[in-house]
């Protein structure tokens, strides 16, 4: 990943698990927790694609997994938000621009039902049976209603930096230095035409002189005669 990238997905994912961690958490809603950090790992796979959005994704669940009060095994949510990043990658736009809304917040909606399967499944494996206990119907229904009701604040301005950081600095540079010497070019050229333009009047002056020498040289041998 480019420079520009892991500094803009760093500063998100940080502000991202802080507000989650320190506010939507602490809102007590029913059922599932807002997911500001899945929110921000969409937003970014939907401009870097499936590898960026993997290794987005999982740094996001790293983080999740190593920060308090996380009380699950670590490694755990990074799978699955890896998982989710990759998929969501594969929905980026061709020419990176959304025609609409509906495809991002679909995106949102399956992304939502899928993360929390996910990590359910998850912990099935490792002996975590805590979702039986809060109801996996719920969870799914509110995750998704959660989730798509903080999408519109969220992915499109997530998106909206990361093309803007898109913009290297250091490639636009070469790209001007490129155009620059294509200038050069495109002048040097015109001047050799212009060189060769003014070389051939000279020759054609050359020639009008001598004919005008030569005709004053039998001139005066007429008149010499």
Known sequence: MRVNRIL?????????????????????????VPDLLLLTVLGLALVYGHVGGALVGFAAGLLADL??????????YALVLCVIGYL?????PENGRLKSATGPMVVVGAAAIGTTLLYAGVGALVGDTAARHVGLGSLLFT?????????P??????MALARRAENDPL????????????SSGWLSSGTGLKIGGQRGGLGSLKTK???????????KGVKRL
């Open 88 to 92: 969501a990658g594969l929905a980026k």
């Open 209 to 219: 002189a001598r004919t005008r020498t030569a005709r004053v040289g039998r001139i």
């Open 171 to 182: 490639a636009e540079a070469g790209s001007a230095a490129k155009s620059a010497d294509i």
């Open 153 to 158: 604040f969220v992915v499109p301005g997530i």
């Open 67 to 76: 920060a308090p009060p996380a009380d699950h095994a670590a490694g755990r």
């Open 143 to 151: 995750a998704a209603l959660y989730d798509l009701l903080l999408a």
């Open 8 to 32: 803009l997905s760093s500063a998100l994912i940080v502000v991202a698990l802080v507000l989650q961690v320190s506010v939507l958490a602490r809102l007590h809603l029913p059922g599932a």
